[in-house]
Each structure stands twice: as structure tokens, then as C-alpha cells.
């Protein structure tokens, strides 16, 4: 199972709190260097996992080894892992000099280079003279880059991070997942990043695992499960997608025909056994608002447009269709130079796309 | 408009009245000179002070309880902060039925208490009364109150940072050297001071249990028959009634200071 080049091995793990299955046999491995993502609803079991990898919690089957070394049995303090806490964590009796020089205690590092070490890690995380200040002078984004800091002066094999930008608002979000992006390329470690925000995931990683209680659905780079989605639950939870389900009709060459009842017929890429439920999944961005109907070269349903967003540089519509219960998502981008509207609330137009562009789910 | 609060003003001045007053009177009676505690004042003297300082066997009796009150305090800070790390921070098989028993003695008379612990003593140890069993007494009495006040305060803070510690290298002993005991100092110190405060003042249990040695309150108790000691005692009770005013000013002070440095390790 592990590759040449795997730092972290994750086999049949499975994890029980009495009778709740919190993680349930879950098996892949982590590239070293990689920026790896665990994304998933709250409970779907990624925090359980990223707290055995850390060591809090033993695994109740299965094993985990990090860099080619068995973790069973090893205690946190013995783990070549830190982590980035949700909260934080900063030690609220240290300063963040103290608090940044924590981990180097038990090091044979002497003062001075623990000293150096602090100072070069403040400057890694953009905080040179802040060594002094108490831990309640920080703002939120400096406490995070206060708990990155300390975690990454030890120089971890892994470095483990959960949900560390879920308490910062929007701006400095978008500010930080880019400078952890940078961070990561700079220092070269592995990071296992868990979060519930898919967009953030996308943005980070060099690979996602979508989880759902307790198992991975799909580990992929972000662009592969945004494109090609392998069951329903992931294309619904990566981005919006239009999910319209029916009956195969005929597959061959990668392509099917589906019987979607009062949508008609559609067509879609993928295979599957004529006669099969299956679902079409298409993203809104791909579809196309028109006012008469296409020719057959294009999947097309008629309906009402019951609302539309305006979003700067795009315009959002929700078409409501006959014998669909959810309104059809279509995302329109804004870039002729009037951005004008080119349908009203009320009207009746065809969505449509090309075949190519929906995807055919088994699940 | 202004009749509500005056109103107000005025109860809380007679609620101030009725709490100190008695209180009060004590260190008025201490500077009178006279034997008897009875209005009108007579005039001012310290003699009572001086008969205090002479008096050694009550000297000896406030020595007694100092060290007593000492070494429960710390006695039962010690058995109580790893009980309540251990209810705080892990989920423990028994943890409510552990935690009810140990909280029992707070609702159980001390009466019953000390006659329990005189027969056990007695009769199945075999031991002589002396300081030991009153300090043994003590310590059972204090260990809930111990326990409330740092589990309220363990309680109070993430548990992550532990992890966090325990991540970054450290064992669980180190662990607790370097992140629960300076956090948990706040608490530690409220131990302290409250079980001191219950020792020393505690008379029902010192009573039944103490030897030929007395702790104070069952010494000035016993001084009650006689009269003519009662300044003595008033001018005793007004000593320590200073020594606390200036121990809780202090504590106060400590406080102050540590939440302006934010550092409850500190402490």
C-alpha cells in the first residue's frame, strides 16, 4: 500500500467512542510535501482522524505509521507531528516568545539556537518584534500565526491543521489561506489541513479527501473532484451542482442516454447498465440560458426563472422545471460590457449544455 | 425618582450595620478600660493587649491553629487538585458517584462528622487524640471545598492547551508543571486561603478530637467561663481580625496585579 514516496499511511483504520462509529476503516496514504485536505460536514469523522495522527486518540482498529515508523502505542510527545489547534491554544501564561519556544525545551538545541530558531520563525510568520507581547494583546490572526509558528519551530515531518482559519473573518481568511499556501511551499513540510469549507479546500490543496460519516468518499486534486465528481454526495458537497436522476437507456463509448421521465431525454459522459438509476450532475457554470429550444446536439429543459442573484461578475438564475423538485442552477458570466440581464423573473427560457458537460453518477 | 434608591442606600447601610456591627464592637470593647464588655466606655488602655502577650497558653493555642490551619491547607490542596484534574479532564468510569462522595462532607453536620471520626479513632485505630487527629479531621472537612474551587477553575480553561503541550514535546508530568498548575494557580491559591480560613475557625470537630493541646476556638471557649479573661480574648480577636483584613487586602492586591500582567501563573 505505502509508495516509495509516502510519509503518512493510514491502513483499515477504524475509530469507535462507545457506540458511535467515528471513523470507519479508512485506508489511503499522504505524499510527503503534499498539502493534504480532509473536507467534510461537522462529525463526518476528519477531526477524529487528524487527532489520531496527532496521537490523542488511538486508533480502535487498523494502524497508522508516519514515515515509514508504526504509531500504535506512541504518545503525542513522541509523535514527529505538531499541530495548529482550532482554538489556538496559545498558552495564556506566556508571552510569544515563550509560548513560540515551548516545543524547544525538550530539544538539545542550546539557548542561543532555540533563541535564533524563535526569532526566525516570528520572522517566517510576519511577527518580528512581537516576541514580547502577552498572549491577550494578540488579535485573532496573530494568534494563529503565533500557533503556526510554534508548531513549525520544532520542524515536524507533519504538520497538522484543524480548521485553523475557521475563527477569522472573511478578508483576513482569504488573506491567510494565501499566505499558508506560500508557507507551505516555502518550508516544504507535509501539512494535513482539515476543513468543513469546501471553497478553502479547493483553494489550499494538492489533494482533497472528501469524507462523510466517517468514511472517504473520494481523494482527489481539487480540479478532478470538482470536474469529475465519483458519487453524488461529492459533486453536492464540492460546489453547487444540478442533479437531475432517471433510467439508462443505452451506454457505449463512455457515453449514455438517460431517461429522466418529464425532463426527456439527456446525455451525459460515463457508462453505465441500461436500466440503471443513476444521476446526472452538471455545474451551473456550464449551462446556458436560451430562448428557444436547441437542437438535439445539446441536452435541453424548458422551465421558469423564479430568481435571479447578481453577484458583480456574474449573474445567478433559478429555474424552476416541470417534474423537477429543486430549481435548476445557472451561473451566467457577466462579460459583455452592458451586463445586461438577458432574462426577466417569470420568463420562459431552455437550459442547456452540451453533452459533454454533465457527469454520470452511479451514487 | 430619588426615593428608590435612597431607600435602597438606606437598607444597604443597615444590612452593613447588622453584618459588621457585632464585629465591630469587638475591637471598641479590646481598647476599654474595663473588664466587662458593657456600654458606657470607660476609657482607652492596651493593657488588654499585653495581658494577650503574657497570656502564653493562649499564645500556644493560636500557634496550635496556624499550624494546623497551615498543614491542612496545603494537605488538602494536594489530595484535591489530582482528584479534580482527574474529574475535570477524563471522562472516569464512576466519575459522578466519585465526585458526590467526595462533595459529601459539605452537607453532613460536622457534629456527626466528629463524633464518626472520635469512635473510629478511638476504637478502631487506637490512636491518641492529639493536633494530628483535629489536622486529619480538618482535612476531610476541607477537601470538598478544595475541590469546588479548582474544579470551577480547571473547568474554566481549554483543554487543548494541555494537548497543545503534550504536542509539542512535553509528558504528562512536565505537562502539568508547565501548563495545568500555573493556570490552575488562581485556584490553587483560593484552595489555600479557604481552607486555612475553614481550619482555623473550625471548632466542632477540634473539639471532639483534640488532646491535651488546643486549638484557639476551643481554647477561647473554654476561657468563656471566666470573666476576667475576656478582654484578653477581645484583644485577641481583634488581632486577628486585623491579620485577616490585611491578608484579604493583600490576596486582593495579588489578584489585581496578575490581571494586568495576565498571568494567572503568576499568581
Given at each position: 500500500m505505502a509508495t516509495a514516496d509516502s510519509i503518512i499511511s493510514i491502513s483499515g483504520v477504524t475509530k469507535r467512542f462507545g457506540p458511535v462509529t467515528a471513523v470507519d476503516n479508512i485506508s489511503f496514504d499522504i505524499q510527503r510535501g503534499e498539502f493534504f485536505s480532509l473536507l467534510g460536514s461537522s462529525g463526518c469523522g476528519k477531526t477524529t482522524l487528524l487527532r489520531m495522527l496527532a496521537g490523542f486518540e488511538q486508533p480502535s482498529e487498523g494502524e497508522i505509521s508516519i514515515d515509514r515508523e508504526a504509531m500504535a502505542g506512541v504518545p503525542a510527545n513522541h509523535r514527529p507531528t505538531n499541530m495548529v489547534f482550532q482554538s489556538y491554544a496559545i498558552f495564556p501564561h506566556l508571552n510569544v516568545r515563550e509560548n513560540i519556544g515551548y516545543g524547544l525545551r525538550n530539544t538539545d538545541l542550546s539557548r542561543e539556537e532555540a533563541g535564533k530558531r524563535v526569532i526566525d520563525a516570528l520572522e517566517l510568520v510576519k511577527l518580528s518584534g512581537y516576541g514580547e507581547r502577552a498572549a491577550h494583546q494578540l488579535s485573532g490572526g496573530q494568534r494563529q500565526r503565533v500557533a503556526l509558528a510554534r508548531a513549525l519551530v520544532c520542524r515536524p515531518k507533519v504538520l497538522l491543521l484543524d480548521e485553523p482559519l475557521g475563527a477569522l473573518d472573511k478578508n483576513l481568511r482569504e488573506e491567510m489561506q494565501i499566505e499558508l499556501r506560500a508557507l507551505q511551499k516555502t518550508v516544504g513540510i507535509t501539512f494535513v489541513f482539515v476543513t468543513h469549507d469546501q471553497e478553502e479546500a479547493l483553494t489550499l490543496s494538492d489533494r482533497i479527501a472528501v469524507m462523510s460519516k466517517g468514511r472517504v468518499l473520494q481523494i482527489d486534486a481539487p480540479e478532478a473532484l470538482y470536474d469529475?465528481?465519483?458519487c453524488r454526495e461529492v459533486a453536492e458537497f464540492i460546489g453547487t451542482m444540478n442533479v437531475f436522476s432517471g433510467r439508462t437507456m443505452e451506454s457505449a463509448k463512455g457515453a449514455a442516454t438517460i431517461d429522466a421521465r418529464a425532463l426527456g431525454k439527456l446525455q451525459a459522459q460515463g457508462t453505465s447498465r441500461k436500466g440503471d438509476y443513476v444521476f446526472l450532475a452538471v455545474r451551473p457554470e456550464k449551462l446556458k440560458l436560451m430562448t428557444k429550444k436547441p437542437s438535439a446536439a445539446m441536452n435541453a429543459i424548458g422551465g421558469v426563472v423564479s430568481a435571479i442573484s447578481y453577484r458583480g461578475d456574474r449573474h445567478h438564475f433559478l429555474v424552476k422545471a416541470e417534474g423537477h423538485d429543486r430549481p435548476i442552477s445557472v451561473s451566467q458570466q457577466n462579460d459583455s460590457e452592458t451586463s445586461a440581464t438577458p432574462a426577466k423573473v417569470g420568463s420562459k427560457v431552455w437550459v442547456a449544455w452540451p453533452h459533454s458537460a454533465g457527469r454520470l453518477l452511479s451514487n | 425618582m430619588f426615593t428608590r434608591p435612597s431607600a435602597l442606600f438606606i437598607y444597604a447601610i443597615a444590612f452593613m450595620i447588622f453584618l459588621y456591627g457585632p464585629v465591630m464592637l469587638m475591637p471598641v470593647f479590646s481598647f476599654n478600660d474595663s473588664t466587662f464588655a458593657t456600654f458606657p466606655l470607660k476609657g482607652f488602655t492596651t493593657r488588654h493587649y499585653a495581658s494577650m502577650l503574657a497570656n502564653t497558653s493562649m499564645i500556644l493555642s493560636l500557634k496550635n491553629s496556624l499550624v494546623v490551619g497551615v498543614i491542612v491547607s496545603v494537605t488538602a490542596t494536594a489530595i484535591g487538585l489530582p482528584a479534580a484534574i482527574a474529574l475535570t479532564r477524563y471522562r472516569l468510569p464512576g466519575g459522578g458517584p466519585v465526585l458526590s462522595a467526595m462533595m459529601l462532607p459539605l452537607v453532613i453536620p460536622s457534629i456527626v462528622i466528629a463524633v464518626a471520626l472520635l469512635v473510629i479513632i478511638l476504637r478502631f485505630l487506637h490512636l491518641d487524640l492529639s493536633l494530628w487527629t483535629v489536622g486529619a479531621g480538618h482535612i476531610l472537612l476541607c477537601i470538598p471545598f478544595s475541590m469546588t474551587v479548582l474544579m470551577s477553575r480547571l473547568e474554566g480553561f481549554d483543554k487543548s492547551l494541555e494537548e497543545a503541550s503534550r504536542d509539542l514535546g512535553e509528558n504528562a508530568w512536565m505537562t502539568f508543571v508547565r501548563v495545568t498548575l500555573p493556570l490552575a494557580a488562581p485556584g490553587v491559591i483560593s484552595s489555600l486561603l479557604l481552607c486555612f480560613i475553614i481550619s482555623f475557625d473550625e471548632f466542632v470537630v477540634a473539639f471532639f478530637l483534640t488532646g491535651t493541646e488546643n486549638t484557639l476556638p476551643v481554647y477561647l471557649f473554654s476561657q468563656?467561663?471566666?470573666?476576667?479573661?475576656l478582654p484578653g480574648t477581645l484583644a485577641l480577636g481583634s488581632a486577628i481580625l486585623l491579620g485577616s483584613a490585611l491578608l484579604v487586602v493583600a490576596a486582593e492586591l495579588l489578584r489585581k496585579l496578575g490581571v494586568q500582567s495576565a498571568k494567572p501563573g503568576d499568581l
Open positions: 469529475n465528481p465519483n | 468563656l467561663r471566666f470573666p476576667n479573661k
